[in-house]
T-cell receptor, first 113, second 111 residues
Framework: DVKVTQSSRYLVKRTGEKVFLECVQD?????MFWYRQDPGLGLRLIYF???????EKGDIPEGYSVSREKKERFSLILESASTNQTSMYLC????????????FGPGTRLLVL | GNSVTQMEGPVTLSEEAFLTINCTYT??????LFWYVQYPGEGLQLLLK?????DKGSNKGFEATYRKETTSFHLEKGSVQVSDSAVYFCALLYNFNKFYFGSGTKLNVKP
């Protein structure tokens, strides 16, 4: 079974802090994704990566950056956390082909005070 | 552009009732369509998918048929259980790696 793990289930940070969210997958998937999930808005794509060191902006990249130094690991960085970044963050991975399922991690619930 | 619209919830049903959650999409080309489910406190998991027109995806008693003529992928189950209580997301996959998700529909099943 594919396993996608995220470094924390719950995180509390203060405004202005730099925040790192880590995601690791164990199935050699090319694609990795970061979403945020907010009530009534569903999932919105922040960034995705289709290869090591490659990244593309999603629909809401402002205030975020990402890093993919190894194929299995995709990090989301909040350079200076703000209260409007309080959300559930979901990481996902998939193969590169055209019909592939995404496999999701359990999510990190981030609270920015 | 590409988008997915699904019915707003919450949907509240009694056990053994029939379930329909509507999903319609807008897309260029021929996307693949998915239903994902999110149980409380967990990430999303794939429920079923269909990759071309007229395909029917099915799993755990749930079904959905890819209808190109009506651009729909409605989720159905003949007899829901309390354990089906969750949030259901309709999604389309475009251009190999770009997913578009609906806003989610919360289902509450009462005993």
């Amino acid at each position: 079974d594919v396993k996608v793990t995220q470094s924390s289930r719950y995180l509390v940070k203060r405004t202005g802090e730099k925040v790192f969210l880590e995601c690791v997958q164990d199935m050699d998937h090319e694609n990795m994704f970061w979403y945020r999930q907010d009530p009534g808005l569903g999932l919105r794509l922040i960034y995705f990566s289709y290869d090591v060191k490659m990244k593309e902006k999603g629909d809401i990249p402002e205030g975020y950056s990402v890093s993919r130094e190894k194929k299995e690991r995709f990090s989301l960085i909040l350079e200076s956390a703000s209260t409007n970044q309080t959300s559930m963050y979901l990481c996902a991975s998939s193969l590169l082909t055209g019909t592939e399922t995404q496999y999701f991690g359990p999510g990190t619930r981030l609270l920015v005070l | 552009g590409n988008s997915v619209t699904q019915m707003e919830g919450p949907v509240t049903l009694s056990e053994e009732a029939f379930l329909t959650i509507n999903c319609t999409y807008t897309a260029t080309g021929y996307p693949s369509l998915f239903w994902y489910v999110q149980y409380p406190g967990e990430g999303l998991q794939l429920l079923l998918k269909a990759t071309k027109a007229d395909d029917k995806g099915s799993n755990k008693g749930f079904e959905a048929t890819y209808r190109k003529e009506t651009t729909s992928f409605h989720l159905e189950k003949g007899s829901v259980q309390v354990s089906d209580s969750a949030v259901y997301f309709c999604a389309l996959l475009y251009n190999f790696n770009k997913f578009y998700f609906g806003s989610g529909t919360k289902l509450n099943v009462k005993p």
